[in-house]
C-alpha cells in the first residue's frame, strides 16, 4: 500500500503550501515507508508516500505519461497491468511501476477507463493540458479513500482522514466503486445453478494473480476456513510464479493470539499440514490495553513487517459473500439471503476492508484479498442463493459453497475437519479472554455516569456500552470534527448484521451487541434444541465439527453476558 | 537503534499518566518500528521502542535480571556481550539480547561496571529493591541521550527532545562518558581514558599497530542477525570501513546469514563527485553496490523532517544530514537495518582541513582531543538521527574505545600535515593500510584528498539550498535576528531559514540551549579559528572557506616542493574541489 494526498485548486502556490501539502503528507507516512514525491503544478498538489512492492528500484511516485502532461498519485495494485501495457503498444513507459499504465490509460481512452484495471487502487490523476482531474476508488473500497474540500474552494483526497480532516470545512468517504456496475449490484436474485469447480477456479486464479510480487511476502493464517483456503491456494500454486524464484518456494504464514488461543492451535495445524514456514506471534490482553491497540492485526503486522514481509495474503470477504456470518442461519428465505451478502458486500469498505488495511498499513505491510477478486465476486455472486442457505438437514453449513468447492478427494487442499470447521470471529479466536478484558478494561475507566450522559455528549451514535464510549473518546481526541464522526457507521446490528437483518428474529434488537457472541448463543440454543429433539444422522462432515465447537463456545457465552447486563 | 523514554518519580501512578508516557515514546518509534514495550513501578516508567538486531524474536524490552527487580531500558549494541556472560556464570538470562547484561551486571557489580561494556548505548535502569535509578550513555556519546525535569519533581530521560521536550520545564543532553545516579544525585564521567586530560602523548607511530585496532574495531561490529551494509562516499575513511569489512565479512556469523558480499551504499545528486569515486571502490571490492539519486528539490522538501528529526539548527549538520536522511530511508526501504559508517575519523586524526594551519603538535593534538569530545553535538547526533528516522541503524568503527585509545597514544607530530615530508591529512591512517602485497585501496584512493560530505553529493545541493534560503529570507528578517534569536543568533540567511523551522517543532528556550554555536571555520571548534586572523573575519561553516585557505597555502609550497609520488597527485586532484568556491562569495 501507498499513502496518497492531492490538493487542488486551492489558490495558493506558495512555498508556505508546499510545505503544509508536505506536512500533511508524512501523515500517511506509516503505509509507504519507502520514498516520498511531490509533484506540483500551480496550485495543485500531488503527493505520494511509497511502499515499493512492484519495481523498488524505478517505481518512485508520482508518475507521469510520456509527455509529462498527466501526473497521478495512486495507491494500489494493478495486476492485468502487463496485459494493459500491452494494449498500448504507442505508448513509452518511464518505469516499471504497475501504476504507470493508468496516466497512459487516460491519455488513450479519456475517462472510462477505470473498469479495464483488475487491482485495488485509488488515485488522483490531474491532467495539466486543461487543468482537470480525476479521482477514483476500487470496486469494494479495499485501498480507503477520503474526500474533503477546503473553505478556499479547494478539492482534498486523501488515503487516510488524517491527511485532511484538519484543513477541510468538510470531509467524507469516497465512495468506492462509483463506476462500477457489476450484475449483484442491483440485488436482483440471481439462478445460475452452484458448479464447485468454476468457483474453485474463479478463486485459484484470484489468488494466483496476487502473487504478483518483486519483495518477500506471506499469508494471515487464522487457521479458519478462509485463510486455511487462502494459504493452501497459495502454496500450491506458488511453486511456478515469479515470486517463487526471487524469494523461495516455502511459503510464509503468520498467526496472532494470546497463549493457547484457538487461533494459533488451528493455523499451527494448518501449517503443518500444508508444510509452511509458520511464524506465531503472542501477546498478553495487558499488552494490548497498554499499547491502546485497535486489533491484534495490528500489532501482528508490526511483527510481520519486522521480518522485512512487505505484503500478505489475507481472508477478508469470504463471510459477506457467502453469508458467513452466524446471524445468517436465521435468514427467513433465498432472497432475504441474498439481498444481505449483497448489502455486506458493498458496506465492507467501511468495516472489514477498512481494518484490513488500515491495520496492515499502520505498519508499511500490504494486505491483498483474493475474495474481493472482481471476478470471483462475479461468479460467486451469480449463483442461486437457495446453495448458500443453511440447512442443516442437508448437511450444510454456513459457507457449504465454499467448503465443498474445495473438497477434492484426490488431492486434498485441506484436511476434512478444517475443511468442514465452523467459523470463529477474529476477535474470539485470538483467544476468549481478549473480548473480556477489552470490556474489563473499558468498564475500569467509564463510570456509569458518564454512560448515563453519553447521549447529550455523543448525540451521533451515541455509544451504548462502555466499550463503545472507551473507543469513542479516543476517536475524538484524534478526530474532534464533524465529519470525522459521521464516516463511522452506525445503526442497530448484531454479531455484524445489517439493520435490515435484525428484523430476522425478533429477540434481536433487545440485546444489541456488536460481537459474535450474541449470535452464537442463538446459533447454539438453535441446535442444541434441533439436536435434542431430532437427532440428526451425524455423518461424517459438519455434524462433528460443530460437537467439537460446543464446549468451548459454552465457556465463552457466560462470560460476557455479564458484561452486556452492565 | 532503540528509542528509550523513562520518566521517574513523576508522583502520578494513574492511567492517564501511563498513556502520555505511552504516547511520548510513540514519537520515538522510529526509531524501533519492530515493537514497543513499557514497564510500570509506581510512579517509575521505562519505555522502549524496538529496532530488532539482534535476537529479533526473544529480546523485546524492558529487559530485566532473573528476579525481575532490577528492570532496564537500552538503546545500543553490546559488542562484548558475550565475554560479559562469560563473567556472570551464576545468572540465568532469559533472552539473546546483546543488552540483558546490563542488568545482570548491575546486579554483580554495582553502579561500576559501565567502563566495562564495549559499544555503544544509553541506558536507563531502575532497581525496584530501593527504588534508585542509574542512566549512562555511552564514551563519545554516539547513541543520543537527553535529561529533563519536570515541575512535579520528575526526572525524564529520552533518545531524542522531541519526546520530552513539552512535558519539561527543563532539559539538557546528557553528557556522554557520563554517569547519573539516583542514590549519588549527581553526574559522574565513567569514562576517563588518558587522552580526555588532552596532554601530549610520545609513543612513536606504528602502522601495524594502527591497522590492527581498526580491524579489531570493524570486525567486532560486524555482529548482527539482520541484513546490513556500509555507508559508502568513496572518501577515505568509507573506503577503509567498506575494504575491511569486505575483507572479514566471510567466515563470520553475519555471512552465513546473509550471504558474504558486501552491500554498499551511496547518494548524490546525479554525477556528483561521491556517486563516482564509491563507484569505484565498489567496483575494486566488489560490493553489491548500490546508488541513490536526490534532487535539490527532494532535499528542500526534506528539510523540515530533517530537522525535526536530527533536532539541530547546525548549518553544517543540517547540509550533511539531508542526504544521509533520504539515503537511509532507501536503505531501510531494501530490507537493510544496520550500516557501518565512518565518522570520527577526521576529528581523531585532523582530517578537518583547518587542521593545515595548527601551528604546532600541542596545538593539534588539543583540538583533536576538543573534536571528540563534542561528536556527540555534530557528527554522532548527525550519524545517529539521520539513519534512526527511517529505523536503520549506523555503527562507527573509528569510535572504538581501543581504537580511539590507541590513535590518541600517537605522538601527535605524525599527525601534522607535512607537504614537506609528502604528509597529506590523515597520513598516519592512509599509510597504515597502505600494504603493498595485499592491497585494501588502490593508491590513489588511499591518497585522496578530502571532500567534505555536503560537496560530494553534488556541488549544487548547498549552492540550491543557499538559494532556496535566500527566496524565503528577507534582508529585514536577517537584519533583525538579533533580536528575533538573541542566542546563537544566525549569520546568514540559511542559518535564519533552519533556525525558523527549529523553532516551530522546539520553542522552548531549553532546546535552543542544545545546540552548539560559536565562531568556526570550516568545522573548527572556536578555539582554532585564532589558527588564522583572517579566519574570523569570514566565517563560512562550510569546509570552502578553509578550502580557499588550503588551496592558497599551498599554491605556493605545493607547486616547487618535490612530493613524494604517491601522496602528490591526489593534492593536484584540486580541480575538483575548486568549482565549490564560487559559492564563497556568498557569505560577504
Not at chain 1, 239 to 256: D, I, M, N, Y
Request: aromatic share 10%.
Amino acid at each position: 500500500m501507498c499513502g496518497i494526498l492531492a490538493v487542488l485548486c486551492c489558490s495558493d502556490d506558495s512555498q508556505a503550501k508546499r510545505v503544509r501539502v508536505l506536512e500533511l503528507s508524512r501523515r500517511l507516512k506509516h503505509r509507504g515507508p519507502d520514498w516520498s514525491g511531490l509533484a506540483q503544478h500551480g496550485d495543485c498538489f500531488l503527493s505520494h508516500q511509497r511502499l515499493a512492492i512492484i519495481d523498488p528500484a524505478s517505481g518512485d511516485q508520482p508518475l507521469f505519461n510520456g509527455d509529462g502532461s498527466i501526473i497521478v498519485t495512486v495507491n494500489g495494485e494493478i495486476y492485468n497491468h502487463e496485459e494493459l501495457r500491452k494494449s498500448l503498444p504507442s505508448h513509452k513507459f518511464r518505469t516499471g511501476s504497475d501504476c504507470d499504465v493508468i496516466a497512459h490509460l487516460y491519455e488513450e481512452h479519456g475517462e472510462n477507463f477505470i473498469d479495464m484495471l483488475d487491482g485495488i487502487f485509488s488515485f488522483v490523476l490531474l491532467d495539466k493540458r486543461n487543468n482537470t482531474f480525476l479521482a477514483a476508488r476500487d470496486a469494494i473500497g479495499v485501498t480507503p479513500l477520503y474526500i474533503g474540500w477546503g473553505l478556499d474552494g479547494s478539492v482534498w483526497i486523501s488515503s487516510e482522514m488524517k491527511g485532511l480532516n484538519d484543513d477541510c470545512e468538510h470531509f467524507e468517504a469516497f465512495p468506492p466503486g462509483r463506476w462500477y456496475n457489476p450484475p449483484w449490484f442491483s440485488e436482483t436474485i440471481p439462478s445460475v445453478p452452484y458448479d464447485p469447480l468454476v468457483l474453485r477456479k474463479a478463486f485459484e486464479d484470484a489468488v494466483i494473480k496476487r502473487l504478483m510480487t518483486d519483495v518477500p511476502f506471506g499469508v494471515l493464517l487464522s487457521g479458519g476456513l478462509d485463510s486455511s483456503l487462502v494459504a493452501s491456494v497459495t502454496a500450491r500454486h506458488l511453486a511456478g510464479s515469479k515470486a517463487a524464484e526471487q524469494w523461495g518456494t516455502q511459503l510464509h504464514s503468520f498467526c496472532v493470539g494470546l497463549e493457547g488461543s484457538p487461533d494459533l492451535k488451528a493455523a499451527k495445524e494448518v501449517s503443518e499440514y500444508l508444510g509452511t514456514v509458520h511464524h506465531e506471534f503472542h501477546f498478553t490482553t495487558y499488552d494490548v490495553t497498554s499499547i491502546r491497540a485497535s486489533t491484534p492485526m495490528f500489532l501482528m503486522s508490526r511483527k510481520i513487517k519486522s521480518l522485512g514481509v512487505k505484503m500478505v495474503i489475507s481472508g477478508e470477504g469470504s463471510d459477506e459473500i457467502f453469508g458467513g456470518y452466524l446471524y445468517f442461519h436465521k435468514a427467513p428465505n433465498k432472497e432475504e439471503f441474498h439481498r444481505e451478502t449483497c448489502r455486506k458486500i458493498k458496506a465492507l469498505h467501511q468495516y472489514d476492508c477498512l481494518r484490513a488495511n488500515k491495520a496492515t498499513s499502520a505498519w508499511g505491510l500490504e494486505a491483498r484479498v483474493p475474495f474481493l477478486d472482481k471476478e470471483f465476486i462475479n461468479t460467486a455472486m451469480s449463483i442461486d442463493p437457495e446453495w448458500k442457505m443453511i440447512k442443516p438437514e442437508l448437511r450444510r453449513m454456513e459457507k457449504w459453497v465454499l467448503r465443498k468447492a474445495f473438497d477434492d478427494e484426490e488431492n486434498p487442499y485441506l484436511p476434512k475437519h478444517i475443511l468442514y470447521r465452523q467459523k470463529e470471529q477474529f476477535s474470539d479466536g485470538v483467544g476468549y479472554s481478549w473480548i473480556d478484558g477489552l470490556k474489563a478494561h473499558a468498564a475500569e475507566h467509564v463510570t456509569d455516569r458518564m454512560m448515563l450522559n453519553a447521549k447529550k455528549i455523543y448525540p451521533h451514535n451515541t455509544p451504548t456500552t462502555k466499550e463503545g464510549y472507551y473507543y469513542r473518546m479516543i476517536f475524538e481526541r484524534f478526530f474532534p470534527q464533524n465529519s470525522a464522526r459521521l464516516t463511522v457507521p452506525g445503526g442497530p446490528s448484531v454479531a455484524c448484521s445489517t439493520a435490515a437483518a435484525m428484523s430476522w428474529d425478533a429477540q434481536w434488537s433487545s440485546n444489541p451487541d456488536p460481537s459474535g457472541r450474541a449470535a452464537l448463543g442463538v446459533h447454539l440454543s438453535a441446535y442444541e434444541a434441533k439436536k435434542a429433539a431430532a437427532p440428526l444422522a451425524a455423518g461424517t462432515g459438519p455434524e462433528d465439527i460443530i460437537n467439537n465447537k460446543k464446549a468451548r463456545m459454552v465457556e465463552v457465552a457466560a462470560a460476557p453476558a455479564v458484561a452486556i447486563s452492565t | 537503534m532503540c528509542g528509550i523514554l523513562a520518566v521517574l518519580g513523576c508522583a502520578d501512578a494513574s492511567l492517564a499518566r501511563r498513556s502520555r508516557v505511552i504516547e511520548l515514546s510513540r514519537r520515538l518509534r522510529h526509531r524501533g518500528p519492530d515493537w514497543s514495550g513499557i514497564h510500570c513501578f509506581e510512579d517509575c516508567y521505562l519505555a522502549h521502542q524496538r529496532l530488532a538486531i539482534m535476537d529479533p524474536t526473544s529480546g523485546d524490552q524492558p529487559l530485566y535480571n532473573e528476579d525481575k527487580t532490577i528492570v532496564v531500558t537500552v538503546n545500543g549494541e553490546i559488542y562484548n556481550h558475550e565475554e560479559l556472560r562469560g563473567k556472570l556464570k551464576s545468572h540465568k538470562f532469559s533472552t539473546g539480547s546483546d543488552c540483558e547484561v546490563i542488568a545482570h551486571l548491575y546486579e554483580e557489580y554495582g553502579e561500576d561496571f559501565v567502563d566495562m561494556l564495549d559499544g555503544m548505548f544509553s541506558f536507563v535502569l531502575l532497581d525496584t529493591r530501593d527504588k534508585s535509578f542509574i542512566v549512562a550513555r555511552d564514551a563519545i556519546g554516539i547513541t543520543p541521550l537527553y535529561m529533563g525535569w519536570g515541575l512535579d519533581g520528575s526526572i525524564w530521560f529520552a533518545s531524542e527532545m522531541k519526546a520530552l521536550s513539552d512535558d519539561c520545564e527543563r532539559f539538557v543532553s546528557f553528557l556522554p562518558g557520563h554517569l547519573y545516579s539516583s542514590k549519588n544525585g549527581g553526574l559522574r564521567r565513567w569514562y576517563n581514558p588518558p587522552w580526555y586530560s588532552e596532554r601530549i602523548p610520545s609513543t612513536p607511530y606504528d602502522p601495524l599497530v594502527l591497522r590492527e585496532a581498526f580491524e579489531k574495531a570493524v570486525v567486532k561490529r560486524l555482529m548482527t542477525d539482520v541484513p546490513f551494509g556500509v555507508l559508502l562516499s568513496g572518501g577515505l575513511d568509507s573506503s577503509l570501513v567498506a575494504a575491511v569489512a569486505s575483507r572479514h565479512l566471510a567466515g563470520t556469523k553475519a555471512a552465513r546469514q546473509w550471504g558474504s558480499q558486501l552491500h554498499t551504499f551511496c547518494i548524490g545528486l546525479k554525477g556528483s563527485p561521491d556517486l563516482r569515486a564509491a563507484r569505484e571502490v565498489a567496483d575494486y571490492l566488489g560490493t553489491l553496490h548500490h546508488e541513490f539519486h536526490f534532487t535539490v528539490q527532494e532535499g528542500i522538501d526534506a528539510l523540515e523532517e530533517v530537522i525535526y528529526h536530527i533536532e539541530t539548527y547546525d548549518v553544517t549538520t543540517i547540509r550533511a544530514s539531508t542526504p544521509m536522511f533520504l539515503m537511509s530511508r532507501k536503505i531501510k526501504s531494501l530490507g537493510v537495518k544496520m550500516v557501518l559508517s565512518g565518522e570520527g575519523s577526521d576529528e581523531i586524526f585532523g582530517g578537518y582541513l583547518y587542521f593545515h594551519k595548527a601551528p604546532n603538535k600541542e596545538e593539534f593534538h588539543e583540538e583533536t582531543c576538543r573534536k571528540i569530545k563534542a561528536l556527540h553535538l555534530y557528527d554522532c547526533l548527525r550519524a545517529n538521527k539521520s539513519t534512526s528516522a527511517w529505523g536503520l541503524e549506523a555503527r562507527v568503527p573509528f569510535l572504538d574505545k581501543s581504537f580511539i585509545n590507541i590513535a590518541m597514544e600517537i605522538d601527535p607530530d605524525w599527525k601534522m600535515i607535512r607537504p614537506d615530508l609528502g604528509r597529506i591529512e590523515k597520513w598516519v591512517l592512509r599509510n597504515a593500510f597502505d600494504d603493498e602485497q595485499n592491497p585494501f585501496l588502490p593508491k590513489h584512493i588511499l591518497y585522496r584528498q578530502k571532500e567534505q560530505f555536503s560537496d560530494g553529493v553534488g556541488y549544487s545541493w548547498i549552492d540550491g539550498l543557499k538559494d532556496h534560503a535566500n527566496e524565503h529570507v528577507s534582508d529585514a528578517m536577517l537584519m533583525n535576528a538579533s533580536f528575533v534569536y538573541p542566542e546563537n543568533t544566525p549569520t546568514t540567511k540559511e542559518a535564519y531559514y533552519y533556525r525558523t523551522i527549529f523553532e516551530k517543532f522546539f520553542p522552548k528556550n531549553a532546546a535552543r540551549l542544545t545546540v552548539p554555536g560559536g565562531p568556526s571555520v570550516a568545522c573548527s571548534t572556536a578555539k582554532a579559528v585564532e589558527w588564522d586572523a583572517s579566519w574570523s573575519k569570514n566565517l563560512d561553516p562550510s569546509g570552502r572557506a578553509a578550502l580557499g585557505v588550503h588551496e592558497a597555502a599551498y599554491e605556493g609550497p605545493a607547486g616547487p616542493t618535490p612530493a613524494p609520488e604517491d601522496s602528490s597527485s591526489p593534492i593536484n586532484g584540486l580541480p575538483q574541489i575548486q568549482p565549490g568556491l564560487v559559492a564563497g562569495t556568498t557569505v560577504s
